[in-house]
């Protein structure tokens, strides 16, 4: 079976460089689907989908919480464990991931701030359990008082200002790490005010 030209790599010679053109083979991986009908939309098959799914969200998010919650009663009751801490950073870590597709994009920023904090510090024994505590609560009441109408104003304000404390003790604690500092007082995957 002869092979075509797109099967085989090809160079073009020129007075000072050459450009080697590499072989198509992903083109065989792919195949082109046809839908069976112009009504046989994915994009919209997965929308609706999506859609049937959100009225379980908040339920969802709530259960979020309610493990976000245990981590943090673990590391009160029985101390910074390894595994106390990698249940908090996990829990917080799952609610930011899923936040935005929840319907509760702000939730994102303190649940952000609390990993970042786990992650940044050098001895997390160190970290003043109020701290933590007021992450939990923050992400916990933005997703209560979700169907206020000035949530997002509150929102933004009280997590602003969680960012900024947080900011303040993870400078204090990598003081003698400048290097690391750079890394950690750099701007977040998580936007601090999102436009909810």
Known sequence: ??????????????ADHEVITPPHKLRNAVSTVVPSSAADDPVARAEEALAQLSSRFAA??????DRLDRA???????????AARDALFF??????????????????VPADSLCRLILHT???SRIPLT??????????AMIR???RPDVEETAAALTRRLCEVTDEFLAHENRDRPDELNDILSPSLAPRDPAF
Not at 72 to 82: C, D, E, L, Y
Not at 133 to 140: G, L
């Open 72 to 82: 943090r009663n673990a590391i009160m009751s029985g101390g910074v464990t390894k």
């Open 145 to 147: 008082e979700s169907a």
């Open 60 to 65: 969802w998010m709530e259960a979020e919480c």
């Open 91 to 108: 829990a917080a870590h799952d609610i930011r991931g899923g936040a935005g597709t929840f319907g509760f994009p702000m939730v994102a």
């Open 122 to 124: 050098p001895d997390t």
């Open 1 to 14: 079976m002869a092979r075509s030209r797109m099967d085989k790599a090809s160079v073009a010679t020129y």
């Open 131 to 140: 701290l933590v505590d007021q992450h939990v609560d923050a992400v916990r």
